[in-house]
C-alpha cells in the first residue's frame, strides 16, 4: 500500500529563512513526492517558491524586501499604522519575482492555514490562482502588527499560527500518513503560555475567541510537538527542524544573520535527502 505524502511547514516571519533553505535544496535535487502540501504564513509563502519551482525566491523575498521599511516599520506603528506590511510583501513579491501561476497552483495540492476572526478556529485553504493573495495576506496576517484584517468568503482572518502553527494533524486528517515537516524552531523548543493573561484579553477585547485562541497557543502547540514525537502507528512523520546554533528571531533583519540561517536550512534538506537515499537503498537490498 503506498501511504500519502505530505509536506508541512510552520512560519515564524523571518524564521522561514530555514525552510527557504530547505525547500531550496529540494529543488536543486528535483524533490517533490508529496500529494499535498500545507504551509502557515511564512511557511505557506516560501511553498510558493518550492511550487513555482524558483530557487532562491523565497530567499530573496526575506532579504531583499522583508528587510525594506516598507514592510518592517516602527515608527509606522508608533503612529497607529502597521508594524509590517504583508500586503505589500506579497504584492511587490510577485510584481519583482512573478511566478508561473498555473505551474504553482495547478500541480500539487496546497493548503495554507488561516485563523477565523469569528471562532478563533484554523480554516484550511487550498491556493488557486484567483484566490493566493487573499489567502497568503491572510494566512500571515499577524494580530496586532497588521492592521489590516482580510476577509473573503464571509469570514475574516488573522494569522493562522494563532490557531495551528504547524498543521500536521490536519494532514493527518486528509489521508497523510507519510508527512515531512519543517519546523522553524530547534527540535528542543516548547512555547510557553502568555505570562499576563489578562493583558492579552484586554488587547483582543474586542475579538473574545482570538483571545482564547492565544492563551491556549502554548498548549496546542506543545501537543503539536508531542502528536509529531510520538506519531500514530500507521504513519511516518519526518523532521526537519533548525540546529540549536540558529539565531534568527521573528523579526531579525539583518542580512548576515539571515543568510546564515539560509545556508542552516540549505545545510539540513541535503542532510534529509541523504538520509532518505540512504534508507531507501537499506530497504531495497532488505527486499532483495
Not at 38 to 56: C, D, K, R, T
Not at 198 to 227: C, E, G, Q, V
Request: charged letters at 25%; aromatic letters at 10%.
Amino acid at each position: 500500500m503506498v501511504m500519502k505524502k505530505a509536506l508541512v511547514v510552520e512560519g515564524g516571519a523571518m524564521r522561514g529563512i530555514f525552510a527557504s533553505g530547505v525547500l531550496d535544496s529540494f529543488l536543486a535535487h528535483d524533490y517533490n513526492p508529496f500529494d499535498f502540501v500545507i504551509g502557515v504564513s511564512a511557511g505557506a509563502s516560501n511553498l510558493v517558491g518550492y511550487l513555482a519551482q524558483q530557487p532562491e525566491r523565497s530567499f530573496r523575498v526575506i532579504t531583499e524586501l522583508a528587510t525594506r521599511r516598507e514592510f518592517f516599520d516602527p515608527l509606522r506603528f508608533l503612529k497607529g499604522g502597521s508594524l509590517v506590511d504583508v500586503k505589500w510583501l506579497i504584492d511587490e513579491s510577485n510584481h519583482q519575482f512573478p511566478i508561473d501561476s498555473h505551474k504553482t497552483f495547478n500541480q500539487t495540492p496546497f493548503f495554507a492555514a488561516a485563523t477565523n476572526i469569528e471562532t478563533g478556529r484554523a480554516d484550511y485553504y487550498q491556493l488557486t490562482e484567483d484566490n493566493q493573495v487573499k489567502i497568503l495576506e491572510a494566512t500571515a496576517a499577524l494580530p496586532i502588527a497588521y492592521k489590516q484584517t482580510p476577509c473573503f468568503s464571509g469570514e475574516c482572518y488573522t494569522d493562522g499560527g494563532v490557531s495551528d502553527s504547524i498543521p500536521v494533524i490536519e494532514a493527518y486528517r486528509r489521508g497523510a500518513r507519510d508527512i515531512t515537516v519543517i519546523l522553524s524552531h530547534p527540535l528542543s523548543y516548547e512555547m510557553h503560555p502568555p505570562k499576563v493573561k489578562w493583558f492579552t484579553k484586554k488587547l483582543f477585547a474586542r475579538h473574545p475567541h482570538i483571545a482564547r485562541s492565544m492563551l491556549l497557543r502554548a498548549r496546542n502547540y506543545n501537543r503539536t510537538l508531542d502528536f509529531i514525537r510520538n506519531f500514530p502507528d500507521d504513519a511516518v512523520i519526518r523532521v526537519i527542524a533548525p540546529p540549536p546554533s540558529f539565531s534568527v528571531k521573528r523579526l531579525t533583519m539583518k542580512k548576515q544573520i539571515l543568510e546564515s540561517g539560509y545556508k542552516m536550512g540549505l545545510k539540513s534538506g541535503l542532510l534529509h535527502l541523504t538520509h532518505r537515499s540512504i534508507n531507501m537503498k537499506r530497504s531495497e537490498n532488505m527486499k532483495v
